[in-house]
């Protein structure tokens, strides 16, 4: 049986990809800890639980890597992503602001900022949209496949998806 098959999708709503820079462009002018959070989000294509946990010493920026540990991940298996130059301003942008472990250090609890801190601005910013933060995964998704310069598998990997057989791994 095809493992693709038995896994329901939910869909989660997403903005169209061309709509996705002047999105990006608008976020930018707001200095908060959520915005900064779904900017690096966006450009990463990454999961919010992976953002908001994450750590300054996961980042190896000469390299301009972030190695998210597996237990941090939805498949559990380590996953390296890489960093734009945009990507890895943000993280120094951070660095400047505080000196604590996690990148969006919530003042408030000492921790990472909340589960739901990059939602609640989405929703509060934009009245007119219905997006949700996940969505951002498949606006990525859909402008990767539709540019049709990427592999299938290409994709997944970059969405940190496990591939369901060794051969197409």
């Known amino acids: 049986s095809d493992p693709y098959k038995i896994h329901k999708v939910k869909s989660f709503a997403s903005l ?7 999105f990006y462009t ?12 779904l900017k690096l989000l966006i450009l990463t294509a990454t999961r919010t639980k992976e953002v908001i946990e994450a750590k300054f010493s996961e980042f190896d920026l000469d390299k301009k890597v972030w190695t998210i540990p597996e ?3 939805k498949a559990g298996v380590e996953h390296k992503v890489p960093l734009s130059d945009e990507a890895i301003q943000i993280i120094n942008f951070m660095r400047k602001k505080h000196n ?6 919530n003042k408030a609890t000492g921790k990472h900022i909340s589960n739901n801190a990059m939602l609640v601005f989405v929703k509060k910013h934009h009245l007119k949209t ?17 540019t049709g310069k990427y592999q299938h598998h290409a994709i997944e990997f970059c969405l940190a998806h496990q591939l369901p057989t060794k051969v197409e791994k």
């Not at 169209?16 to 002047?22: A, F, Q």
């Not at 608008?26 to 959070?37: G, M, Q, Y």
């Not at 949700?132 to 496949?145: D, K, L, N, P």
């Open 16 to 22: 169209n990809y061309s709509n996705i820079s002047n």
């Open 71 to 73: 237990h941090k991940m």
């Open 130 to 146: 219905k997006i949700t933060v996940h969505g951002f995964r498949a606006t990525f998704r859909t402008w990767a496949e539709e």
């Open 100 to 105: 604590h472990e996690y990148v969006f250090h």
């Open 26 to 37: 608008e976020i930018s002018k707001i200095d908060l800890l959520a915005v900064h959070a």
